[in-house]
């Protein structure tokens, strides 16, 4: 069974910094391009980040050079570091491991205030 945990998110101001973890099984972690969504309050669920085995990565346009996403092979995990956060940030982040169905994580909360 594929099982993504996920840890870190808060609370942070404007302009602070946040470090988002996603913790994989090592057969999906190794095979798969992994990545995060988010999705806001009343807003469909929005792409974050993706990064692909070989360490090959792609941003959206909201989040492109403030944040950034990395592979860590010694934990089976992928990173998402969050700088420069705007109150528009705010929502939950999902995890998601691109298998042939997508698997997703539980989610965990982001809070920017102004």
């Known amino acids: 069974q594929v099982q993504l945990v996920e840890s870190g998110g808060g609370s942070v101001q404007a302009g602070g910094s946040l470090s988002l973890s996603c913790a994989a099984s090592?057969?999906?972690?190794?095979?798969?391009?992994m990545g995060w969504y988010r999705q806001a309050p009343g807003k469909q669920r929005e792409f974050v980040a993706t990064i692909a085995i070989g360490g090959e990565t792609q941003y959206g346009d909201s989040v492109w050079g403030r944040f950034t996403i990395s592979r860590d092979k010694t934990k089976n995990a992928v990173n998402l570091q969050m700088d420069s956060l705007k109150p528009e940030d705010t929502a939950v982040y999902y995890c998601v491991a691109l298998t042939d169905i997508n698997v997703w994580g539980q989610g965990t909360q982001v809070t920017v205030s102004a």
């Open positions: 090592k057969n999906i972690f190794s095979r798969y391009a």
